[in-house]
């Protein structure tokens, strides 16, 4: 087991990413160019939300990278992606990649830029020598600037199919934690990750499941959570909670 004191995104800046996170989507056709200024911006974004032992860095690409889907087909338009990658020796490094990059994913959309998360529909010998030795390539983002859709609809599994118990019985904050956890992406939607509250607790769990769509969904749920706390990182092992946020006594 081992503890991540890190609260990495100040509470001043919650409500504008839940806003954000409510109107992303995963854009696959970049209809116009990032600007000097937006790079510059991304540039700055890409060292204020990597957590410690994760790296993001900015590659610039062309359409070849890109690998299309017979269901959604491929990228295109994108110049510019971001490459996650994490200190191989970092423990739960999948996991704080997948966080820092959502985290990165929200700030850029505040700036109307728009993304797309990828970890195998893509040529990884393309963008593996932009990450240094001691790391490994987690996936990449990504970004350009689109119009989005006049109406978004997303496939997302019902709360009670993800929570454990009356979600409508929790605490407020763990609520909207969980609210915010429906919404994120994952790999071909699947949302691999069960939830569940109590008073002093909310816990996230993705035992046996995919590290990085579980740290994009502690992710959404660090935007609800205000008071103290920490996520304590569990080691994932069977019927164990990968996750868990535990909320510090305030005391008089």
């Known amino acids: 087991m081992s503890a991540n004191p890190e609260n990495r ?3 001043a800046r919650k409500d ?13 056709r970049m209809t116009a160019a990032l600007t000097g200024e937006d790079q510059a911006a991304l540039g700055y974004l890409a060292g204020k939300c990597a957590l410690t032992g994760v790296r ?47 985290y990165f994913t929200l700030e850029a959309e505040t700036l ?10 893509y040529h990884r010998k393309q963008v593996q020598a932009a990450v240094p030795s001691d790391e490994l390539l ?24 993800i929570c454990e118990g009356d979600v409508m019985a929790w605490p407020e904050e763990f609520r909207r934690a969980a609210e915010l956890v429906q919404i994120a992406p994952s790999a071909i939607n699947l949302q691999p990750w069960r939830m569940s509250a109590a008073r002093e607790a909310f816990v996230l769990d993705g035992s046996g499941r995919s590290p990085i769509d579980v740290g994009i969904a502690m992710c959404h749920a660090e935007l609800a959570l205000r008071r103290p706390h920490v996520w304590r ?5 069977p019927g164990e909670p990968m996750t868990r946020a535990e909320f510090a006594r305030i005391r008089a």
């Open 9 to 11: 995104i100040p509470d």
């Open 16 to 28: 504008a990413l839940i806003e954000a996170a409510q109107r992303r989507y995963s854009c696959r």
């Open 56 to 102: 993001i860095g900015l590659l610039p690409v062309d359409d070849s990278l890109f690998v299309g889907l017979p269901t959604v087909g491929k990228i295109t338009g994108c110049r510019l992606a971001a490459v996650l990658s994490a200190k191989i020796a970092q423990p739960h490094c999948r996991l704080l990649a997948g966080f820092s990059g959502e």
């Open 112 to 121: 109307g830029i728009r993304s797309c998360w990828l970890t195998g529909t």
């Open 138 to 161: 987690i996936g990449i983002i990504a970004l350009g600037r689109a119009e989005a859709p006049a109406a978004l609809q997303r496939r997302r599994k019902p709360l009670a199919k």
């Open 233 to 237: 990182l569990m080691d994932d092992r």
